[in-house]
């Protein structure tokens, strides 16, 4: 593939070489005053990357706010703001009953919200918090119930600052996860019927959502099983006893508006397998507004006579074994309820030592970068065990150490391939957000963004999201010890898509446009950059700010700022067109640039 291994080639210099100062210093220097907070920003370009990294794309009016109020102010005013959610607006669509209301519409209301929500970093942890839990509408069950997919990543919104262990629990006991996991009416086992508790579940929860399949140091480096031999030898966290233990755990569960039916007096019993479908809402309402989609499974029986009817409590269970761990041996013993030994089993997991370092990097690599140190890791890692109050799991602590870390503020103390390929989806939201995109009639069409970046919230293929967060492309990458996560869907068809997809936007759907007729998406908003295309160095210092932290290498700079100034009233048909068209071909050559892909 050849555009692909171009590309990693040309990355992989931008990942290993330190930058020099912005071309725009010399126009810079004295931008910062007496007046900025102690704790820094310390000028624009700190603020801008920050945002990048913290929100989905820093705005001109974002980054003054920043730089005037400090770090700290932001981080309170965003970890005060109200959660900006999903399933209002599809509950009024449904209620309202003119629309179709299908998952075009869930990814509307995403992309009102990560565009236009004061709630940005809330937004931003739900977005890295989805592609660990993952849950998908590719999934048959959930394909057609949107709202239940909303009401999901609306949980991972309002658990976004809370503590891990509740996550996990809301989270498994979630319909959306029940179905998509297939933990929903697992059943004890019955050997008559050849009947053995489904495994998935067990299996995911701690190969992707904790502890990972190999023991780790808490700076997220591999346990050496055999230190007199080359080489790591990995040591496992857990065998096939552990996820049958775990599996066994994991049964008896339903709806939570299910109840077992009632046997008349001296019937005898029932064959209870008689999981019907009950989300109980009133007589003709559509039933994705029924509650049994939105609230947390509960055991099948659980506060009747009969009991947890299909919960497995016979025999001992084999969980998490580490040191430390409160059940002896890590064995949960016969007996017990489904919702008390559910809690027993996540406690379990939640404690074991290498859920704080398997967490901090996979949250690492969503907001900062793909190959975190093992310093930084460790940093992050001790904040997950104790926030500073001996609180173990405070995702508010941990997203703050992640984006606080010195490594993520300060470029000269982080290694030379610090930074990832950015997302396609934050390559999106980047460009709306820095360009003011807006519909004439205020909704957001974009409800199959995969079709140009291979992405889309809450679609991923499998389990294992869009890709996996050791991927290494082969080659350069590859060879030099790396990983390049998002590499994994920047395929040549993506690659150009991506670049089609941009270069669309900026131009032909721009705000204003008579040809665009009725039809109506985001509009990207060129007047204000237009306003001072005369002066192509302050509109590539604009640019700079707004897509690159004024990061932009001197080479690219001198080079666009000779591109620009070759464009002339004379050669580009008119004043409009030329002050347009120097603003487009300045912001296709930095979004389609390595230099830009790259965020450092």
């Known amino acids: ?310 919960h497995a409590v016979a025999g001992s269970k084999q969980l998490l074994n580490y040191p430390g761990v409160t059940l002896p041996g890590g064995v949960l013993g016969p007996g017990g309820t489904a919702r008390g030994n559910l809690g027993i089993a996540l406690d379990n997991v939640f404690h074991h030592p290498n859920v704080g370092p398997f967490i901090a990097r996979r949250l690492i690599q969503r907001f900062t970068t793909s190959n975190p140190s093992p310093a930084y890791v460790g940093r992050v890692a001790a904040v997950f065990a104790n926030d500073g109050q001996g609180v173990r799991g405070n995702l508010k602590a941990v997203v703050r150490a992640i984006l606080m870390d010195p490594e993520a503020r300060r470029p000269e103390l982080a290694p030379s391939h610090f930074g990832k390929l950015r997302e396609p989806l934050l390559r999106m939201t980047q460009m709306f957000r820095a360009l003011d995109a807006r519909s004439r009639d205020g909704r957001i069409r974009e409800g199959w963004p995969e079709y140009h970046g291979a992405q889309a919230v809450l679609r991923s293929p499998t389990v294992f999201n869009f890709f996996l967060p050791d991927y290494a492309l082969p080659g350069e990458i590859a060879q030099s010890g790396l990983v390049a996560p998002e590499f994994q869907i920047a395929t040549d068809p993506y690659i150009i898509r991506m670049h089609n997809f941009t270069w669309g936007r900026i131009s032909w759907a721009w705000w204003g446009n008579p040809g665009l007729g009725s039809w109506d998406p985001l509009q990207v908003d060129l007047n204000r950059e237009m306003a001072i295309a005369h002066d192509p160095e302050r509109l590539l210092e604009r640019l700079s700010l707004l897509f690159m932290s004024r990061r932009m290498p001197p080479a690219m700079f001198d080079l666009l700022l000779v591109h620009l100034r070759d464009m002339t009233v004379q050669n580009q048909g008119g004043e409009e067109n030329w002050r347009r068209r120097r603003v487009q071909d300045a912001l296709w050559l930095i979004l389609s640039s390595p230099q830009y892909l790259v965020e450092k």
């Open 1 to 310: 593939m050849p555009l692909r291994r171009a590309l990693a080639a040309v990355l992989l210099g931008v990942m290993a070489t330190a930058l020099p100062p912005p071309a725009d210093a010399s126009r810079t220097i004295f931008e910062s005053g007496f007046d900025e907070a102690p704790e820094g920003p310390y000028s624009r370009a700190e603020a801008a990357r920050f945002l990048t990294q913290a929100t989905f794309g820093p705005t001109l009016a974002s980054i003054e706010a920043l730089y005037r109020q400090g770090y700290n102010a932001w981080f309170s005013e965003q970890f005060a703001a109200p959660p900006s959610l999903q399933l209002p607006f599809l509950d009024q669509l449904l209620l309202a009953g003119q629309e179709q209301v299908w998952q075009d519409k869930r990814q509307e209301i995403w992309w009102r919200n990560v565009l236009t929500g004061p709630d940005q970093l809330r937004q931003r942890m739900a977005f890295a918090l989805s592609q660990i839990l993952v849950v998908s509408d590719q999934n048959g069950a959930l394909e057609g119930n949107p709202t239940t997919l909303a009401h999901y990543y609306d949980q991972l919104v309002q658990h976004a600052f809370g503590n891990y262990r509740t996550l996990l629990e809301v989270v498994t006991l979630h319909p959306a996860m029940g179905h998509y996991l297939s933990m929903f009416k697992n059943r004890k086992p019955d050997p008559a019927q050849n009947i053995r508790p489904d495994e998935n579940f067990a299996r995911e929860i701690m190969q992707l959502f904790s502890v990972g399949l190999w023991w780790l140091h808490p700076d997220g480096t591999l346990v050496d099983g055999n230190p007199a031999q080359p080489g790591v030898q990995p040591i496992p966290t857990y065998g096939q006893e552990t996820i049958r233990g775990f599996a066994h755990v994991f049964t008896g569960w339903n709806y939570s508006t299910c109840e077992p039916p009632v046997a008349p007096e001296g019937a005898p019993q029932f064959n209870w397998w008689s999981w019907t479908w009950c989300p109980a809402g009133p007589q003709g309402q559509d039933w994705r507004l029924q509650p049994g989609w939105r609230t947390p499974m509960k055991p099948w029986g659980e506060g009747t006579p009969f009991g947890d009817i299909y």
